[in-house]
């Protein structure tokens, strides 16, 4: 069954990767690039490897890492599991239906039983993918900063005039997005086009849900030093219509995390996720339309610090 409100766990309150017994060694490990299990359907994404095995499918988190919508050569050890361990806990904490199954080696198939998926893998409901990004922005940050600068308003919704980037907005609002094909960019929608889309029954559902859970989280996470400046969720059905959240909840590959101490509006702030790696690439001269650079071994540590930081802080 998908967990739900009120389903117990053991493992709410902990961040520490599900039976990982060498979280700490970050660095000691090789990334892991890739995966392939003879005799498995495998769909290999920009950071995960999605196995179908028939009404489940197994999701492993590899250490990738990608920026400008190309994935790099080198990877950042052990990203996928604090990827992992921070998508299990948020998944825990906020009790909403979800596509989870088992975190836990013994209920998987027997090839996959082995320490190199260890912490870094779940075994998930298969459902109908929503073809919808569905973001809740609380703060002025990029693509909506950029459009705000044009139009005042981000995927339609319209803001005071006056905001400076980075600025809270009064509210957390609803900004959905296409889901584009790998390589490709997300357009940015108004809540009218998914809606015609996906019908405005199952639109609103999904903004109310989305919303809920962004207010939740940022709360819970501003606590702890942590501003979630916006983040993006992904949702399913299953046959029987059930609405499940999918894929990963709440990580620096998919919110924009910044420190609160020294916040300020008018200039973008430091975040716990990939900037830094960004900020790295666009001082090489890539063109981003050939293949990317290697990573120099400073650019992985520093990469890796920031995701380390994110699960330490949220931890607290």
Partial sequence: ??????????????WTPPGHTAYQAFMNNKPLLRTEIPGYSCYHGKVRDVYDL????????TDRISAFDWVM???????????TAMTRFWLDWLG????LISDNLADFPEPFRTEVFDGRSMLVHKTKVVPMECVARGYLAGSGWKEYRRSKTICDVPLPSGLRESERLPDAIFTPATKAEQGEHDENISFERMAN????????TLRDRTLDIYRRASAFALERGVIIADTKLEWGMLPTGEILLIDEVL????????????????SAPPSFDKQFLRDWLETTGWDKQSPPPELP????ERTAEKYREAMARLGK
Avoid: C, Q
């Avoid at 050569?73 to 990827?83: D, Q, Y």
């Avoid at 909403?96 to 596509?99: E, F, G, I, M």
């Avoid at 620096?252 to 509006?265: I, Q, V």
């Fill in 1 to 14: 069954m998908a967990r739900g409100p009120g389903t117990p766990s053991s493992r709410s309150s902990a």
């Fill in 54 to 61: 028939g009404d489940h499918l197994l999701v492993v988190v």
């Fill in 73 to 83: 050569p080198s990877g950042i050890p052990e990203k996928g599991r604090i990827l």
């Fill in 96 to 99: 909403v239906p979800n596509h």
């Fill in 197 to 204: 889309s996906v019908g405005l029954e199952l639109a609103t």
């Fill in 251 to 266: 990580t620096p590959d998919s919110s924009r995390f910044w420190p609160a101490e020294g916040y300020h509006p008018g």
């Fill in 297 to 300: 071994a400073e650019v992985i």
